[in-house]
């Protein structure tokens, strides 16, 4: 395994940050009412808001959180590839549901790259575990004394590196160790995530200021009585209604 070279990395991490935060902005641009009403009326009710701006910055919010968790874990898996691009020749994988190929210490390692320890359901667990052996079949075929390994790489979390149906379960700090063999760089990465943030979320503020204004004067004139009050039922069917009279 070669040493990382850090100043490589925080090269990356500084250009590829710019991006999440340009992609933050374009979605932003793309919103509408009709997106942002798309979410759980009966929760935003019951959390007894009043008025247009409380309910559309709600909204809002609960937009953007989904959508910034789904940018930056790609921001993330693109960091771990390129941190084993380094250090043990990884490489983008081409089988399906696996994102990074690297051989390290004999054994090809074959890794699934998720942002958090919640990242799916059963589901979504059993397919993983369905690509793992789609994968390592492809591999054992060309390359029939080969050992490979399966491995589950979460980014961020505390849990003990484990083995589940065939695979290994590797989780923060110990998921970038297994990449780097450095034991501190899952603190080292977090610094430069921080270039120009002040800059970057200025511009978005700006730009979410004017997503609200937007979406506040459709709302009130879509959704509100002439009163001001919002018409929650009307906002419900809107929502919701799907059954001819």
Not at 25 to 30: P, V
Not at 74 to 96: N, Y
Not at 116 to 144: D, E, I, M
Not at 210 to 216: D, G, H, L, P
Request: aromatic share 10%; hydrophobic share 40%.
């Amino acid at each position: 395994m070669k040493k990382i070279d850090l100043t490589l990395t925080e090269a990356y991490v500084n250009s590829h940050i710019t991006t999440f935060h340009q992609s933050r902005i374009r979605l932003l641009g793309e919103l509408t009412l009709q997106k942002l009403l798309q979410k759980n009326p009966y929760l935003f009710r019951a959390k007894n808001l009043l008025t247009a701006q409380e309910l559309v910055l709600s909204l809002l919010d609960a937009f953007l959180s989904s959508s910034e968790e789904k940018l930056f874990g790609d921001f993330l898996e693109g960091l771990a590839i390129h941190v084993a691009s380094q250090t043990v020749d990884g490489r983008k994988s081409a089988s399906p549901g696996i994102d990074l190929e690297f051989e390290r210490e004999g054994t090809i390692h074959l890794v699934s790259i998720k942002s958090g320890a919640n990242w799916g359901n059963s589901s979504q667990y059993t397919a993983l575990k369905g690509y793992f052996q789609k994968a390592v079949t492809r591999l054992k075929q060309s390359q029939v004394t080969v050992h490979v390994q399966p491995v589950l790489g979460i980014c961020y979390g505390k849990t003990k590196t484990s083995h589940l149906n065939g695979y290994l379960k590797v989780v923060g700090q110990s998921f970038w160790y297994l990449l780097s063999n450095d034991s501190e760089l899952y603190k080292k990465i977090i610094e430069p995530i921080g270039y120009n943030a002040n800059l970057h979320n200025q511009a978005f503020d700006i730009e979410k200021a004017a997503v609200v204004n937007r979406v506040c004067h459709e709302f009130i004139e879509g959704f509100c009585f002439s009163s001001g009050k919002i018409d929650w039922d009307k906002l419900v069917e809107h929502n919701s209604k799907n059954m001819a009279k």
